[in-house]
């Protein structure tokens, strides 16, 4: 993998910062860590909330219906996060293929909330309702653009919202 660039770094720093001193004890804001995907993969995405436990998931790493949101931060790997990615060096028993679509990675084990924050373009994408169409293939049915100088509703906390000025770079 590729070092962060400055601004990904940035940007990774400013949305953990926010999202917990947003939510307190009220979910788990993770930063790189793993979740678990059965049957067998562990990707690490920029960030997660996940729902609170007594454990903070020391006895495991968060399965599907744990995670209220998923998100990664793209400036170099943006079509990469967008589309495919290789998740060599993250998986813990590599599929055959390696090669993993994140929107229907994320889609086909039901996680409704997947957001790419977007520094080429300066704003977030933000998609929901995920769905398998009648060929087959996984995705997410509703993608909205949040600006940059707006605010988003946190994902199962719609009294919260996450002010993205405080969270891109300048």
């Known amino acids: 993998m590729s070092p962060k660039r400055t601004p990904d770094s940035v940007c990774n720093y400013l949305l953990l910062?926010?999202?917990?001193?947003?939510?307190?004890?009220r979910a788990i804001v993770r930063g790189q860590e793993p979740i678990f995907i059965p049957p067998n993969s562990e990707p690490e995405p920029?960030?997660?909330i996940a729902v609170a436990k007594d454990d903070s998931y020391l006895s495991s790493h968060?399965?599907?219906d744990d995670i209220?949101?998923?998100?990664?931060?793209?400036d170099s790997t943006l079509k990469y996060d967008?589309?495919?990615?290789?998740?060599?060096?993250?998986?813990?028993?590599?599929?055959?293929?390696?090669?993993?679509?994140?929107?229907?990675?994320?889609?086909?084990?039901?996680?409704?909330?997947?957001?790419?924050f977007n520094l080429v373009k300066?704003?977030?994408?933000?998609?929901?309702q995920p769905f398998?169409?009648?060929k087959g293939q996984l995705a997410y049915r509703s993608k909205q653009i949040v600006l940059s100088g707006e605010t988003?509703?946190?994902?199962?906390?719609?009294?919260?919202n996450l002010d993205l000025a405080k969270v891109f770079p300048s």
Not at 17 to 25: P, R
Not at 122 to 128: C, G, I, Q
């Open 17 to 25: 910062k926010e999202l917990t001193l947003t939510l307190g004890d």
């Open 46 to 48: 920029d960030l997660v």
């Open 62 to 64: 968060p399965f599907p």
């Open 68 to 74: 209220l949101l998923v998100a990664e931060i793209s």
């Open 82 to 116: 967008q589309e495919t990615k290789r998740e060599k060096a993250l998986w813990r028993f590599p599929p055959l293929s390696l090669l993993s679509k994140k929107l229907s990675l994320y889609s086909e084990v039901g996680i409704n909330n997947y957001w790419i």
């Open 122 to 128: 300066t704003h977030l994408e933000v998609y929901t």
């Open 132 to 134: 398998s169409d009648n």
């Open 152 to 160: 988003v509703s946190i994902p199962d906390f719609d009294s919260l």
